[in-house]
């Protein structure tokens, strides 16, 4: 027996031909698009339809729509999209070892970057260091947290690269997941380890660096087979 797909809502149908018809015409912000009447008739669909998807559009900052000029094509705020992301419960629910793969990616991905830019800049090192030493210093495990998560945001922050940067509600999700084990972690040692990172960043040594914060995300990996 064939299982029945679900229908698409209308004005998703009409968002994604929205999306087409911009990138199909090499549309970039600022571009105006064919006014609500034009575009309503071009789907076949109503106003009201067309107007359910600009608004669901408008929200993730594709499109906007300004008073006395119409539709345009937006700038897209991914900031704005993904601070949502945290409290969405696929993320809850991934299978941890897939929570800290996508870790080791994403965030040993972007040291090339950040060796690149801190010899060019060594206001990163320090900036990094001290973030280091505010976490040496704390004593409370919630400030302990909040100063660990701060450390891997400045981190990819610190690559330059503004589109991945934006996802780091990855590290919100993480850390509410693996409270346990962060909290049964070797503190010092993670505590060293942060700081072997950014030395070994400052001396262009990519490829330790890369090794030192790959074992340190998968140092959760042995506390979860324990049951921690």
Request: proline fraction near 4%; charged fraction near 30%.
């Amino acid at each position: 027996m064939l299982k029945t797909l679900p229908r698409q809502k209308l004005r998703d149908v009409v968002a994604e031909g929205l999306k087409s018809y911009i990138v199909s015409e090499g549309l970039v912000p600022g571009d105006r698009l064919p006014n609500e009447t034009e575009l309503a008739e071009s789907f076949g669909v109503s106003r009201l339809s067309l107007r359910e998807a600009t608004k669901a559009l408008e929200f993730l900052g594709i499109v906007e729509s300004r008073t006395g000029v119409g539709l345009t094509v937006g700038e897209i705020d991914l900031q704005r999209v993904t601070k949502h992301l945290g409290f969405h419960p696929a993320l809850h629910a991934a299978d941890p070892h897939q929570l800290i793969d996508s870790r080791v990616v994403i965030e040993t991905g972007v040291l090339p970057h950040v060796a690149r830019r801190m010899a060019d800049d060594p206001a990163l090192y320090d900036s990094l260091k001290s973030i280091v030493d505010r976490l040496s210093a704390s004593r409370k495990f919630e400030v302990q947290i909040e100063v660990d998560i701060e450390f891997h945001r400045s981190l990819m922050q610190a690559s330059g690269l503004a589109p991945l940067v934006a996802f780091d509600d990855l590290l919100q999700v993480f850390f509410r997941r693996f409270r346990d084990s962060v909290k049964k972690a070797e503190w010092k040692a993670g505590l060293e380890s942060h700081r072997r990172i950014v030395e070994d960043l400052r001396d262009q040594n990519v490829e330790r660096a890369t090794a030192e914060l790959k074992a340190h995300i998968e140092s959760h990996r042995q506390r979860i087979g324990a049951g921690l």
